[in-house]
């Protein structure tokens, strides 16, 4: 079976090299798990980024189905000098879906290694493949009667818990940082061998999802925003279902009470009296999900106006700003907290809502949710904001103090007005940090909106860094930019791993910007 995918091929490798090493593959894995023709790749080639669906098409796309078909697809790519870009689901859809982050790569679908190896109820851990759902894993603990939550992102039905913590993604309940609550990966690395992590380098060992350090360097986070292995287990840090959840959501009038409202919450955020990720939600991010209709507000081009806006608040009732989190615990440390609550929305001019039929209704209720682990996808109501399929994730990180928000609010606010698009955009507030989450919207089929959109997300990463803000997550678009405000001893630290782990630069070249 012979066949050119679209005339896009690995940059240096001619056609028939690349046919040569699609059959090696398909002896691998069975023909049907190659995809070469051009309809079939089409899922892979979805992007929603700024710039043309070919700047990201890949040459073909591979689905193993086991640690040993990678190590043997990997022998074969080394042989070729063929670029493979691993996936897991492939729905990280702000930051570029499952499209390589170069023309030309070869995307390697991990979807069939979809098996939950083990859950512990008693130390509350799990073991998962790549292909593993949030979804799937809510729905096993369901049937198994097993009382734990864990921590899943917004969009979460369709995504994965691997994938997700490999990308440093963030959730919503106690357990929020992804990362720092992972156990133990295994890893094939480049030349086909396998590495697991932790303790889990030990052969026999029992200890491998509940002590993540094991001994000597910890190796784990060099594997994350990274491109120096594919990652085919990690283990992951279940939390028990409390006996009293009390989820609550506080609304706030103007914008300028974003500074008092994070002043007020950081010193809870950090003794753990709120023991979850705080949302600051703005209204823009919040009406979409509460299917208001943005033509009614603002038929015209150009970003919507701050009146329009206030209206948009006073029709559905929507606070200028909407915070939610969620006490965990007993019925009696939470009563005791809850005062707590009561007391910092009055000081501060908040409406404490605990009702989600009470204001907001779906936008609450999918973030209540959240809270709590269930997965859903009320968050995907944002791509119906503006149409035409074009989102952006800009995500500056800073300190978690009220000047801070205000400050980038306002930077964002004016650099989004000048091309024309809207503020859409949340604070996330973790123990000391501020994640600001912007999603740029725009219409992909309108070329002017194209080239506004790449060229307003390029201006808010300059003008951002200027300001010492870095981004913790990006688009596979801008990975070489956003790469490049961290400066170059950090740059050249991470080609040198790269050339030692990966000496033929065969995993995703140019992901999260390294190269050889």
């Avoid at 790569?105 to 083990?118: A, F, G, H, T």
């Avoid at 130390?123 to 734990?148: I, N, S, W």
């Avoid at 999802?209 to 990690?234: E, H, R």
């Avoid at 501060?348 to 989600?356: M, R």
Wanted: charged share 20%; aromatic share 10%; proline share 6%.
């Amino acid at each position: 079976m012979t066949t050119t995918p679209r005339n896009v091929l690995p940059k240096g490798i001619s056609a028939s090299d690349f046919e040569q090493a699609l059959a090696q593959i398909r002896t691998i894995v069975g023909a049907e798990y190659v995809v070469a023709e051009d309809t079939a790749l089409a899922p892979y080639n979805k992007i929603m980024m700024a710039v043309p669906d070919e700047q990201h098409a890949p040459s073909a796309a591979v689905m193993p189905d086991s640690v040993e078909q990678i190590q043997a697809i990997m022998k074969v790519l080394n042989q070729h000098r063929i670029p493979v870009y691993p996936i897991s689901t492939g729905k990280n859809l702000g930051y570029g879906s499952a499209a390589p982050v170069e023309r030309g790569q070869l995307v390697m679908d991990l979807r069939r290694m979809n098996r939950i190896l083990d859950v512990d109820a008693d130390l509350c851990t799990a073991l998962v493949e790549p292909g593993v759902t949030y979804q799937q894993l809510y729905d096993y603990l369901q049937e198994k009667k097993l009382p734990l939550w864990f921590s899943c992102p917004a969009p979460s039905v369709i995504a994965g818990p691997l994938g997700n913590m490999v990308d440093r993604g963030v959730g919503y309940t106690p357990y929020g940082e992804h990362f720092l609550f992972s156990s133990g990966m295994e890893v094939v690395l480049a030349d086909g061998e396998v590495l697991r992590t932790g303790m889990g380098s030990m052969p026999g060992s029992n200890t491998w999802q509940v002590f993540k350090w094991g001994y000597g360097p910890t190796l784990d986070g060099i594997f994350t925003q990274s491109n120096y292995g594919i990652v085919t287990k990690m283990g992951m840090w279940l939390m028990p279902a409390p006996p009293d959840y009390r989820p609550f959501l506080i609304q706030y009038p103007e914008d300028t009470d974003i500074t008092k409202i994070v002043d007020a919450l950081r010193p809870l955020r950090i003794a753990m009296v709120i023991p979850n990720a705080v949302v600051i939600a703005h209204t823009l991010w919040e009406a979409p999900c509460a299917k208001v209709n943005r033509a009614d507000y603002h038929p015209g081009p150009g970003a919507i106006s701050d009146e329009a806006v206030q209206k948009i608040r006073k029709d559905h009732n929507l606070g200028a700003w909407n915070v939610y989190a969620a006490l965990y615990g007993t019925p009696e440390t939470n009563a005791a907290n809850w005062k707590i609550i009561e007391q910092v929305a009055a000081a501060t001019g908040g409406t404490l809502i605990t009702d989600s039929t009470e204001q907001g209704g779906r936008a609450t209720q999918y973030r209540f949710d959240l809270m709590k682990g269930k997965p859903n996808l009320g968050e995907f109501d944002l791509y119906n904001w503006r149409g035409g399929g074009g989102s952006m994730w800009f995500a500056p990180v800073s300190q978690a103090k009220g000047s801070e928000t205000l400050k980038q609010m306002r930077m964002a606010k004016d650099i989004l007005a000048k091309y024309g698009f809207d503020y859409v955009g949340e604070f996330i507030v973790g123990w000391r940090d501020m994640h600001h989450v912007i999603d740029l919207l725009y219409d992909r089929s309108d070329a002017e909106q194209m080239q506004k959109a790449h060229a307003c997300f390029d201006e808010l990463l300059q003008s951002f860094a200027r300001e010492g803000y870095g981004v913790y997550r990006a688009n596979t678009a801008f990975a070489e930019k956003v790469a490049a405000t961290y400066g170059p001893v950090k740059r050249d630290v991470e080609r040198r791993l790269k050339r030692a782990l990966d000496p033929n630069n065969i995993i995703a070249p140019g992901r999260c910007g390294i190269s050889i």
